[in-house]
Nanobody, 132 residues
Framework: QVQLVESGGGLVQAGGSLRLSCAAS????????MGWFRQAPGKEREFVAA???????????YYGDSVKGRFTISRDNAKNTVYLQMNSLKPEDTAVYYC??????????????????????WGQGTQVTVSS
């Protein structure tokens, strides 16, 4: 089994920044991808970002259109932790943010990683609230 634990959420004013962390523990995989999704009240879950690689020395990142240029996903291999740096936050970024792990062999496909059904493991989520 794999456990994913998110942290770093909170309340921030518009224009501010937050960094979310997602620590993975349990079963390990040779190669895998991790992603961030979010869900606001009354809305469907939305793809935010993903990081994947055949080898982690050369990862590739993907972003949702609404966060491109403002959010950055990264990973610390030694800590099995993925981060989501969120800058220039807007009230519409308010949501519960979830990290997820796809244990299948990494592939270079934004469509694949932006689809939540392709992820095997999910964290419990962390609330991000952006005030105007």
């Amino acid at each position: 089994q794999v456990q994913l634990v998110e942290s770093g959420g909170g309340l921030v004013q518009a224009g501010g920044s937050l960094r979310l962390s997602c620590a993975a523990s349990g079963r390990t995989f040779t190669t895998y991808a991790m992603g961030w999704f979010r869900q606001a009240p009354g809305k469907e879950r939305e793809f935010v970002a993903a990081i994947a690689a055949i080898t982690w020395s050369n990862p590739i990142t993907y972003y949702g259109d609404s966060v491109k240029g403002r959010f950055t996903i990264s990973r610390d291999n030694a800590k099995n932790t993925v981060y989501l740096q969120m800058n220039s936050l807007k009230p519409e970024d308010t949501a519960v943010y979830y990290c997820a792990l796809d244990s299948e062999r990494a592939r270079y496909s934004r469509l694949y990683y932006s689809t939540d059904a392709n992820y095997d493991y999910w964290g419990q989520g962390t609330q991000v609230t952006v005030s105007s």
